[in-house]
């Protein structure tokens, strides 16, 4: 069977031909895979600054933005049957016993930092034709959902962040209202997405749904898919190529909320200073390396300090996200279906994967897909 693998000793990404895997343990479901979303990790590891083979491997299988149809159950296995569309968690828990997280099943707050995650760390991921994974790790997607499934995992980045930061917004007094339920938590509040990719624009749904005044922050000029999609979704667009950074709090005014989703450590610095009084900075990008600059640490510590401003690192997801996540997709797609498919745009078949991974895509979204 077909799979794409990057060789980091040889600086490789290449399509390879790989046994069929088969169940071996009764836990476990086989998986086709339709569709594999490709992401900037998957573009990191393809430049090879990122991304570890398994041990007994010299390559990598990537892909860990999965839709799978199930095609084989193992005898143990009664919540799911063949036929079902599944989408994986990409983190699996690691082996130490001390791992308080881990251990309850948060794998994605893991202490250690020796988890596994498929298609990036340790572990094959699911950009092959076959999948065989523990049937406990899959999350049960509706067949109407077939065709955007695969924005499960990145909207799970958002899903896990706004769960966290209700539940810090309803102790700070000035959100606390104890009618406003966690599908309203924004009224009347603003929010700043960084960066219109599909972490963003999936992230800027969720706010909007969660009815926050979601304003998106990139660098694209008109016209551009991403700003159609932002317009579609009731957000406002300000490209920082006309508002430079140091003019989005007069133009927006007080920020309770940043959702950042650019991975840029300059820009989410800026854009730091520009958060209201109360505010919630919530980091989702991964910076690689960039140049140094040149901070005042006290002024921006004596801000956060007097504003009573928190900052919160988020990564990976739980299955409790994944299940908000595959619930709000389908709120999305009955709310917004021309949005969610333009975020889809770039299909690419499997065999011209290798060549094209890298590619900044025609829509917004590329996806590997199997059948075309
Ligand atoms: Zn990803
Ligand atoms: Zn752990």
């Not at 799911?80 to 707050?109: I, K």
């Not at 004596?302 to 709000?328: C, W």
């Amino acid at each position: 069977m077909k799979a794409i693998a990057v060789f980091p000793a040889s600086r490789e990404v290449k399509l390879i031909e790989q046994v069929e895997p088969v169940i071996t343990q009764p836990d476990q479901v086989k998986l086709r895979m339709p569709d594999v979303g490709i992401c900037g990790t998957d573009k990191e590891i393809c430049t090879f600054v990122y991304g570890t083979p398994p041990a007994d491997s010299d390559y990598l299988v990537i892909g860990h933005e999965a839709l799978g149809e199930v095609v084989e159950i193992g005898a143990a296995v009664t919540h799911l049957a063949p036929g079902d569309l599944v989408v994986p968690t990409v983190r699996r828990p690691c082996p130490h016993t001390g791992c308080r997280s881990c251990r309850a099943g948060h794998q994605d707050f893991c202490e250690t930092g020796d988890f596994t995650e498929r298609g990036i760390k340790g572990t094959h991921g699911y950009l092959a034709e076959f999948v065989v994974d523990g049937a406990q790790y899959m999350n049960l997607v509706p067949p109407h959902l077939r065709e955007i499934a695969v924005l499960v995992e990145p909207l799970t980045i958002a899903e896990k962040a706004e769960h966290q930061l209700y539940g810090l917004m309803q102790r700070r007094p000035p959100w606390t209202d104890p009618a406003v339920s966690e599908r309203t938590q924004g009224h009347g509040r603003k929010a700043l997405v960084l960066g219109a990719g599909p972490v963003g624009l999936l992230g800027a749904m969720a706010l909007r749904t969660a009815e926050f005044e979601t304003f998106v922050y990139s660098r694209e000029q008109e016209p551009d898919p991403r700003i159609a999609v932002t317009r579609e979704i009731g957000a406002t667009y300000l490209s920082s190529q006309t508002l430079p950074t140091d003019q989005l709090e007069t133009r927006i005014g007080p920020i309770d909320l940043v959702y950042e989703a650019v991975g840029h450590s300059l820009l989410a610095l800026e854009v730091l200073h520009a958060l209201g009084p109360n505010g919630i900075y919530v980091l989702t990008g991964v910076p690689g390396l960039q140049t140094l600059i040149e901070a005042d640490p006290a002024a921006l510590f004596r801000e956060m300090v007097l504003k009573n401003q928190m900052v919160l690192g988020t990564v990976n997801a739980g299955p409790q996200a994944f299940e908000a996540a595959i619930s709000d997709l389908a709120i999305f797609y009955q709310r917004w279906p021309h949005a969610m498919l333009a975020l889809m745009a770039n299909r690419i078949p499997i065999e011209q994967a290798a060549e094209r991974i890298l590619e900044r895509p025609a829509g917004i979204k590329s996806v590997i897909s199997f059948q075309l």
